[in-house]
């Protein structure tokens, strides 16, 4: 069971915003900076946002992260089918002495 | 730009010891600041972060694979490696291997290799 913890899926039509949320503890999320990950069917991840809201040179803006508390959201606006991927939250975990990660949520663009 | 590559058997049979290779190009290994790690990820499932190994050689495992795991590196050939002893079917996965940088207050995964699939089976 992952310490993090992000719904299974999401969905949304072509230029829809959605967002994926990642519940974590006082342990990780609490006190450590989030990243998200973007795996695109057979291929490797990529990091899409660092420091809990901060992009990659690369990712465009329609992407976004934020962080309250215990928990964070990724955000994607004028979502596009080239959106349609797996997606990741991680954080270091100060219980486990280690990295954390969500265990993914399958966004499909309908 | 920095690229990893994974490489090693893709059968190992059960009670075994799997050993895979990460070849760095496009910056030494031994720069500071980053953490060269293992992550897993069996079939239609999430990822599983193995362990880490910082420049000056320094470890951090997962608990739940500290007994099995163990990452060297070889700075000569600029590769680091993961051990994984006593395979079970549970270890079937493909593993990448990644740069865990850590500066700017945060710290993110920013290069993988493409990943390797090794199937644990007699």
């Known amino acids: 069971q992952s310490e993090l913890t992000q719904p299974p899926s999401a969905s949304g039509t072509p230029g829809q915003r959605v967002t994926i949320s990642c519940s974590g503890s006082?342990?990780?999320?609490?006190?450590?900076?989030v990243s998200w990950y973007q795996q695109l069917p057979g291929t490797a991840p990529r990091v899409l946002i660092y420091?809990?809201?901060q992009r990659p040179s690369g990712v465009p803006d329609r992407i976004s992260g934020s962080k309250s508390g215990t928990s964070a959201s990724l955000a994607i606006s004028g979502l596009q089918s080239e959106d349609e991927a797996d997606y990741f939250c991680a954080a270091w975990d100060d219980r486990l002495n280690g990295v954390a990660f969500g265990g993914g949520t399958k966004l499909t663009v309908l | 730009q920095v690229q990893l590559q994974e490489s090693g058997p893709k059968l190992v049979k059960p009670s075994q010891t799997l050993s895979l290779a990460c070849s760095v190009s496009g910056d030494s290994i031994s720069s500071g600041g980053y953490y060269w790690s293992w992550i897993r990820q069996p079939a239609g499932k999430g990822l599983e972060w193995i362990g880490r190994?910082?420049?000056?050689?320094?470890?951090d495992y997962n608990p739940s694979l500290k007994s099995r795991v163990s990452i060297s590196v070889d700075r000569s050939k600029n590769q680091f490696f993961l051990r994984l002893s006593s395979v079970t079917a549970t270890d079937t996965a493909v593993y990448y291997c990644a740069r865990y940088y850590c500066g700017d207050g945060s710290c993110r995964f920013d290069s993988w290799g493409q990943g390797t699939l090794l199937t644990v089976s007699s």
């Open positions: 190994m910082y420049t000056s050689g320094s470890t």
């Open positions: 006082r342990f990780n999320i609490g006190s450590r900076t």
């Open positions: 420091n809990n809201n």
